[in-house]
């Protein structure tokens, strides 16, 4: 594949890309899931039972119908996002970005040098190797990089975290950001949506990719109009248990009355 067909090109080049959440860690769900439509799934190892080793596992479910799978790690460790890369997924997303100095470290644990540290040893995401020189030439272009700007520590740092070279993304937190200034989480208080578009101005004069969680299609014009193109929306649970409850929920009403 071209480095523009890459989910990494298609970010780089202004591309509005939707994904959901992936937290079932199950090959059936993954297989399910890759053929809903999205631009990615965002498999999650921060909030999910869901280690890199699990990773290698599910991909090639997802592979069988060219899905592009992003792994959050549970924390800024060198050992996650290597092991996620070398697994073989298409980029890594790391939370609580909240100093250069963070962003410098997500971007050596996940580029190979020059630009970052990168151990070489991608066992899988070079076809166990049958790829290997190829893999490590492509690898920093091939795989993004996103990290989160959650905390109002990070907002004042934004700028400069954002210049950090071998970043793609700059993905909003809303409910974390909410929770460190003080407000109640889930409320669209002024002072968030302050704090967002300062994230996204950052973003903007750097040349970065602009990324949030949406719950409605309201919240999704509102963020487009502020130069966002990257998406998340629902989770599979959500989709799991929504699509139960509407399927009893229909067949109750044509159920006749008791007497």
């Not at 959050?72 to 100095?101: H, Q, W, Y």
């Not at 487009?224 to 989770?235: A, L």
Request: charged letters at 20%.
């Amino acid at each position: 594949m071209s480095e523009a067909g890459t989910l990494a090109g298609r970010i780089r080049a202004g591309q509005t890309l939707i994904g959901t959440w992936f937290t079932i860690p199950h090959p059936m769900v993954a297989e399910v899931l890759a053929q809903g439509g999205f631009d990615f799934l965002l498999l999650d190892g921060e909030h999910g039972p869901v280690s890199p080793d699990t990773a290698a596992l599910l991909l090639p479910s997802t592979e069988l119908h060219g899905g592009s799978v992003i792994y959050r790690v549970r924390a800024n460790r060198v050992d996650l996002i290597r092991g996620a890369l070398d697994a073989g997924v298409s980029g890594v997303m790391v939370p609580m970005v909240e100093t250069v100095a963070d962003a410098l470290a997500a971007r050596d644990a996940a580029r190979y040098p020059p630009l970052g540290r990168r151990g070489i040893g991608p066992w899988r995401a070079s076809n166990y190797y049958e790829d290997y020189v190829g893999y490590v030439a492509r690898a920093n272009k091939a795989t993004c990089l996103i990290v989160q700007i959650e905390s109002a520590a990070a907002v004042e740092q934004v700028d400069s975290i954002a210049a950090v070279e071998g970043i793609e993304v700059l993905f909003v937190g809303p409910a974390d950001l909410a929770a460190s200034m003080g407000l109640r989480v889930g409320e669209t208080h002024p002072d968030l949506m302050a704090a967002i578009e300062q994230v996204a101005a950052a973003a903007h004069r750097r040349g970065k990719a602009i990324g949030i969680d949406v719950t409605s299609r309201d919240t999704f014009a509102r963020f487009q109009d502020m130069g966002f193109t990257f998406f998340t929306h629902n989770v599979d649970t959500s989709f799991l248990l929504d699509g139960a409850r509407a399927a009893s929920a229909g067949l109750r009403t044509l159920m006749a009355p008791e007497t």
